[in-house]
């Protein structure tokens, strides 16, 4: 509590002075070395029709099916060039039809270093590595209501960003590797690419992302729209009319609006999504909204 | 400030660092390897055993083998030496994966052929659930719905089909007294152990030809995976120098001979009118006649007819319909009992507090749509307990036939009370569920029963390990207490229930002349 306290006495008082960074793992924008923004971050996503494989459906027993996630999210000037950015989110599912009953924890613990690597006249290159490991022992084959995979993760991501010097408009652009483990379930049998496992053990497909962003950043705010899809390079497709699985090849397309306005060291920043098109996958519609408070530590 | 930063920059090295070293490149699944033994005893008398269908070894037919020192036998010698001598690496992995036995791997195919079609019928535009057709079993939804109640059959009568062949080749192995290849022509090169047994007709072949016959009938859409399957399996014998030709067309002969048979028994067992909807009414008037106000209802949506409300009237195995009616467990308690109300409050304040280790428990036993069901999770049980007790192929088919047909046996009584008292799920009042809410009455659990029946039989058979297999059944049948979807009375009423049901299947091993 104290700890607490102390903090929002700092944020507050730093206030009265410097400019403000908040960042992100897929952003170029970088605190500067000795500076840490904390971001408290509130989301909920909800679908009511999902793709078995390639057939868009609705559920019945479902209904409409929700994830809320609350989130830390401290990144931190190591440099003015290399920023480290972590993210510990507690996560709920529930329906509002069926009986399946909700579950809730902490999920994954991850963490980003962000490198800008080269920077040429608004031109910037920036390698990023991140990595996760569950820090709950949630259930991780409960699909759709488990809070996640319990896979542990790499990914190696290059990503590229213009900005105008002048008027702040920008283009982003991004694409990553993402390594995952295998996992243990906690039945010692199951079923993926039609035929039944004997073990414990199961394989989650590794995957990619990328992304394109267009946007405005000015000292005080940002604003932006961007296109990201994440796609499974391989699994298998949900049974029909079964349940997930983590060995399912997910993808999705999903676009957005992402802004931010952070005046002074307190500042807010807001995202919506919608995915347009999918595979083993909910139809999320999200939202975002997040409290930043910058701390500089000079 | 600075040590904060610190921390947080600790933790997020730390982070990345152990997460690129735990993530393993690697993603090859590791499962458990079974591998060829010499059986602990041939079981050289097991042709005189009791079989289930056949009344005798001889309904069935083997023609008389030629010689080892005809011309005929030599030119099959030779055929199998060439076909032996040098093995692609695919032949070695067939030899390897068929070597760890016949009666082993067929029903580890059915438990696989169970999972690929447990899954229940989606709804239709209608408000409807289609009702899967076996003459189009591709379509959606696929045939069969492989459900607990369909799986236990289908294991009851491949592991019946498998014994029967098995005692009608023993009994002829050793009428013919034919020696194997190996022990005939030691330059014959084998890839697996050979015991004593005389290999004509082959056992391999008897039981892949009988395990064919009734999976084809029992997943009609599978003919081109059974036929690969079956193929290859005849072809390992070769490749790993174990049987000539004629062992294997002798074996192929008399495993059709007897899965005619057993399917025979199959088509007039009651099944095909397992689902026949319009029997719940008089059950559900006949139980509210009893006093059960609240019946059970369906809680899927659109509510889906309850899960074969006449699987109960299906042949048994190893007792008659009046002991049936008197294995049948007391009436449950009534909602609105005292009872009652202190098993509800028990699953409420799981559903508020479920621990990690009661949901790692309902996951571990849940076994539902897309897994091999509990019948099939205790055949895996049976099977694994003997091969590594090292059991000859018949011995093996002898645990799995009394196994699975006391499951059946289970299933059949279960459904039965099931749709006898018709009372609701702990869903109808409001609680959730951690594992999936099976589709039929709650009183009593199927789980319970098939594990105590099960438990039963294997702890007849494996004495030495009773307490760990009887431990197994109490925590599947108290599993479905911390999944939420069964009151404690359904468990433990179908947990005594089993176990009575698998007294009946231990009094026929020990009545069999196998003298186990």
Known sequence: ??????????????????????????????????????????????????????????????????????????????????????????????????????????????????????????????PIIGGSIPVGNYVPDFLPMSIGMQARSVTGRLLLNYTHPHTGLYVTTHGSYIWRGTIRIDRDAYQADNRVYNTDEVSVPNAYDAAVRLGVVRRAWQTEVFAERFACVNGDNIRRNDMPFPTNKMQMTQVGWYGKIQPRNIGVNARVAYVTDGLNAGQSTSYMLGLLFQLNGK | MKSSTRILLIAGLSVLGLSSVLTSCDKTIEEPQRVAYTPADVDAKAGSWKTYILTAPTDVTVAAPASTSSAAYLAELNDLKTKSASLTRQQQEAVVYWGAGAVYRWNEIARELAARYNVPPASNADGKYPIPDAANPLADPKFPFANPPYTARAL????????????????????????????????VRVALPVSALPAYPSEDAVVATASYTILKAMFPGEGPFLDAKLAEHRESRLWAGMNVQSDLAAGADLGSQVGAKVMARARTDGMSASNNQTVTAAMIEAAKARGLADVWVSQESPARPPMLPNYGAVSLWNFDRATLVKLRPGPAPLPGSDQFKKELAELQAIQKNQTREQARIANFWADGAGSYTPPGHWARTAADAAHEARFSEIRMARTLALVSTALQDAGVCCWETKFYYYTPRPQQFGVKTSVGLPNFPSYTSGHSTFSGAAAAVLSYVFPERTNEFMAKAQEASVSRIYGMIHFRSDCESGLICGKNIGAYAVSRGKADGSGL
Not at chain 2, 168 to 186: E, I, L, M, N, V
């Open chain 2, 156 to 187: 009851a009568y491949l592991s019946v089909a498998q014994y029967d062949a098995l005692v009608a080749a023993w009994h002829y192995k050793y009428a013919f007294k034919r020696t194997a290849p190996s022990k005939t022509d030691a330059s």
């Open chain 1, 1 to 126: 509590m104290k700890r607490i306290t102390y903090l929002i006495l700092v944020a507050l008082l730093s206030l009265l002075s410097a400019p403000i960074w908040a960042q992100m793992p897929h952003d170029a924008i970088y605190m500067p070395r000795k500076t840490v923004c904390i971001a408290g971050m509130y989301g909920q996503s909800t679908w009511t029709e999902y793709w078995e494989g390639t057939l868009k459906r609705e559920n019945l027993n479902i209904g409409r099916h929700t994830t809320r996630t609350a989130a830390i999210m401290p990144a931190i000037g190591v440099s003015n060039r290399v920023n480290l950015i972590l993210n510990l989110p507690y996560i709920w599912t529930s329906t509002s039809a069926g009986n399946l009953m909700g579950q809730k924890g902490f999920q994954d613990l991850s963490a980003w270093l962000k490198i800008k690597a080269v920077e040429y006249k608004g031109l910037s290159v920036n």
